[in-house]
């Protein structure tokens, strides 16, 4: 038996975790199928990108003992835009 842990974010700030206990052997979606995450958010596999420890794979990847396997969602903003939003509300340095 190998030890995998599926995450997913539903929200910003808001991570679960389910440690799920598979065969030797098993796929990435045999995973997200006993966590149970994907019932519960509503999300549908065709959809989903998947990966592990931050490296993009497939459903039909193949899971190692002790594997961290990621759900990821859309983004709600464009990442380099929030950047300019939070530099631009930073307070301006004063000068002596």
């Keep these: ?40 958010h509503g999300l549908s596999s065709e959809s989903l990108r998947t990966g592990i420890w931050g490296r993009r794979q497939g459903l039909t990847t193949p899971l190692r003992d002790k594997d961290r396997v990621e759900v990821y969602r859309d983004l709600r903003c464009d990442p380099k835009e929030a950047r300019r939003l939070r530099y631009k509300k930073r307070p301006k340095a004063t000068s002596l």
């Design 1 to 40: 038996m190998i030890c995998i842990e599926v995450v997913y974010s539903p929200e910003p700030g808001q991570v679960e975790r389910v440690e799920v206990r598979l065969p030797e052997g098993s796929l990435l979606s045999q995973a997200l199928d006993q966590s149970q995450l994907l019932q519960k």
